[in-house]
């Protein structure tokens, strides 16, 4: 990147947001953070106004931009998914109004031949519908982000800190591919401007298939924790959020939202994202004590 680009990131204030636009102004660019409220921002680049559910709002916010990245979703709200398709139609045709080259979305892992949760569902279609009035949409699939305030790290953390021995129900033998959030923000930053992955979808994630046992088991081991595991086939995804809403602080209905995605293997099936962007992500490992260091301060 030889140029200073503006940028537009919508969800510049969440978890990977906040992230990104750090790197994003560290790389020199002139970066434009969407939020409703912008009097109240305190961070790296610029705020400015927009609400992706007031279509209206959005030209402003777009304006002179020449990418913009989309880390938007609604997974609080019980009708998350309408208002995820709504919102990014309403995103897509502003940005091809003020004339955007590129749309970056962070979308989630799964294979489209499974039958995917809601929650997986709704990220296939917000891929689709960000590009429906024409602007280039480069996608990277993720599965879990380990990071400090991340929503499926939490619950992790939380379950081991919290509870003397796990009563785990059938889905914790279900295969993922955890990615650290620094590996993210390096893959989103690294597709900006990239000519060989405009319009392109990609997967992401680190070096290690792991079962969710298997994380919940190292992250014990991390901290120096006993964690007996109980296995409890019956216990349903419903019931399981139901026992997440009291052993965790992560919002209820979030939280039942991934629970439910849980059931879905999300693994990495094409590497090509390492051609494009080359480098070897951290170990599950290090990405844990990465996200421990951060939550006392440390990193």
């Known amino acids: 990147m030889t140029s200073i680009r503006r940028i537009l990131v919508a969800g510049g204030t969440g978890f990977v947001g906040r992230r990104l636009v750090a790197s994003l102004a560290d790389a020199g660019h002139d970066v434009r953070v969407m939020t409703r409220h912008p009097d109240d921002y305190q961070g790296p680049g610029t705020p400015v106004h927009g609400d992706v559910a007031k279509p209206a709002s959005l030209a402003g916010a777009l304006e002179g931009a020449t990418a913009a990245y989309y880390l938007v979703h609604s997974l609080d709200a019980s009708d998350f998914e309408s208002r995820d398709a709504q919102a990014a139609r309403a995103f897509g045709a502003a940005a091809a109004q003020a004339g955007i080259g590129q749309i970056i979305y962070l979308g989630g892992l799964g294979d489209d031949s499974d039958d995917l949760s809601a929650h997986l569902r709704s990220r296939r279609e917000v891929e689709t519908l960000l590009g429906h009035a024409g602007v280039p949409v480069t996608v990277l699939r993720a599965g879990i982000v380990i990071g400090h305030g991340g929503i499926s790290w939490e619950i992790t953390r939380q379950l081991v800190e919290h509870l003397p021995a796990m009563i785990t129900p059938r889905w914790v033998r279900t295969r993922t591919q955890p990615i650290a959030v620094a590996d993210v ?50 216990l349903t995804p419903g019931l399981s959020s139901l026992w997440l809403a009291f052993v965790t ?25 390492q051609e494009v962007v080359p480098f070897r992500p951290m170990s599950y490992n290090d990405a844990v004590r990465a996200a421990l260091a951060e939550r006392r301060g440390d990193g």
């Open 185 to 234: 923000v390096r893959y989103l930053v690294g597709v900006l401007d990239n000519a060989d992955a405009v319009g392109r979808t990609f997967e992401v994630g680190g070096p290690e298939v792991l079962a969710y046992v298997d994380m919940l088991k190292r992250v014990a081991a991390i901290e120096g924790r006993r964690l007996p595991i109980v296995p409890v086939p019956l």
């Open 249 to 273: 602080d992560v919002d209820s209905r979030a939280g039942r939202n991934l629970i439910d995605s849980m059931v879905n293997e999300v693994v990495v099936r094409d590497t090509s994202i």
